[in-house]
């Protein structure tokens, strides 16, 4: 039997995993959590004011075709810059005591992939995503539940607390998009502790694997080709050949990761080219991205990357623009006073806790921890281990639901230890 918290988490889970969207197109969704953090009586800020410069948005053509599904939806707020892409939402806890100010980040889009039906437990229990080509095959629903009941919870113990609590409900993560942009509207300006976190992935059953770091610097650059058209068999000298501009430079990239000084990586994962057999090809575009275990590494190959792109451009006399789509900085972690602290915490509260792993992947919440520890606050990461029906970005992925309300009581834990007051701590 389920206990309530739990019920209500599987439901809240199951809700966004219906209405999946992919990043910068989580209008539903979005709403859906201003609406949420509006009734517990936070602060709501969301459209522009949570935002810098948004990186890798999908084309206008798709935005509007998913406005267009979504216009219906009936708010009393205004929904305007959310229809143009500024999704996300944030949700302010100010006890008026002074205190620590504590972040926690979620992330809510889904990825572009189509959802499994067969043996696939949400089209046998008639949750599947709602959306052709949009699914939440990275847990990012159930970060969104554990967010809001987070926020409820803590809500309901205001009275016992000092500080704030800025609850950050982050857009396009997959393909590292969202985070820069919500880090330069300036909310982390006055951040103690940010924590944030993500199910599934290396963790077992019911461990929490606490102090994570690993994360790879990257970069996700699109690159278009641009040639000349010409009659490949009467006129071919007349044409420029992008597709072969491209085709170089694609074999080329892949030799450029050798690096003593950590780990690179690098994938050109998309390539498209010309329109006719009998044309030479006249446009191409590569879809491409690099990582570095460190940014030093991810910089320099970045420079060479653009270094080769040009030169192939060059070498068939078309031209080439790289688009910046999304990146993300590395991010090391280190035990620290912080980490030792939540470690015992947990222990004590009965978790099975490990401390310290490596990702080996990339998350922008790093731009947002790189950003709170340069005002001298500390971070931390953590994985809430579950049992998966299939890898993270897979069409059958899936998770035990047991694990929202496990890692609703660690954050909910974590943050009555940091803001309880003196006199409420005593009197417990
Ligand atoms: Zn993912
Ligand atoms: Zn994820």
Redesign the pocket.
């Given at each position: 039997m389920n206990s309530p918290m739990l019920q209500k988490l599987v439901e809240l889970r199951r809700e966004f995993h219906k209405c999946a969207e992919s990043g910068w197109l989580e209008f539903e969704t979005t709403i859906k959590i201003i609406t949420y953090l509006d009734k517990l009586g936070l602060e709501v800020r969301y459209g522009k004011t949570i935002h810098g410069k948004r990186q890798g948005l999908p084309s206008q053509e798709k935005m509007d075709a998913h406005k267009k599904l979504k216009e219906h939806l009936k708010c009393d707020f205004d929904v305007e810059e959310i229809f143009q892409g500024y999704t996300g939402a944030i949700g302010i806890l100010d006890t008026k005591t002074p205190g620590p100010t504590i972040a926690l980040r979620f992330d809510i889009d889904a990825?572009d992939i189509m959802e499994a039906q067969e043996n696939h437990r949400p089209a046998k229990e008639g949750f599947s995503s709602e959306h052709k080509n949009m699914m939440h095959a990275?847990g990012h629903d159930g970060h969104i539940a554990i967010g809001l009941a987070t926020a409820q919870y803590i809500v309901s113990r205001k009275n016992d607390l000092k500080g704030k609590v800025i609850f950050i409900f982050q857009p396009a993560e997959?393909g590292v998009r969202g985070a820069k942009s919500i880090v330069q509207s300036g909310i982390l300006d006055r951040v103690n502790y940010i924590l944030s976190g993500h199910i599934g992935f290396m963790g077992k059953e019911n461990e929490i694997i606490c102090g994570v770091g690993g994360f790879l610097a990257t970069s996700k650059l699109d690159v278009y080709f641009k040639g000349q058209s010409a009659h490949a068999g009467a006129y071919p000298e007349k044409g420029r050949n992008a597709l072969l501009a491209a085709a170089n430079c694609t074999i080329n990239l892949h030799t450029l990761t050798q690096y003593s000084g950590g780990m690179s990586r690098m994938n050109v994962g998309t390539f498209h080219a010309g329109t006719a057999r009998n044309a030479v090809p006249a446009e191409a575009k590569i879809e491409l991205e690099l990582r570095g275990e460190t940014q030093d590494i991810n910089e320099d190959l970045r420079s060479r990357v653009e270094g080769m792109i040009e030169a192939s451009a060059k070498m068939y006399g078309v031209s080439c623009e790289i688009v910046e789509m999304g990146s993300a900085p590395a991010y090391k972690y280190e035990k620290n006073d912080f980490s030792t602290y939540v470690v015992k915490l947990l222990e004590a509260q009965g978790f099975s806790v490990s401390e310290g792993a490596s990702m080996g992947a990339s998350e922008d919440v790093t731009y947002l921890f790189q950003e709170v520890e340069k005002n001298g606050g500390k971070a931390l990461y953590l994985i809430f281990g579950t049992a998966l029906s299939a890898p993270?970005?897979h069409p059958s992925f899936d998770f035990s639901e047991e694990v929202l309300e496990a890692s609703v009581r660690c954050y909910s834990k974590i943050l009555l230890n940091l803001l309880m007051k003196q006199e409420a701590a005593v009197s417990k």
């Open positions: 990825n990275c997959e993270h970005h």
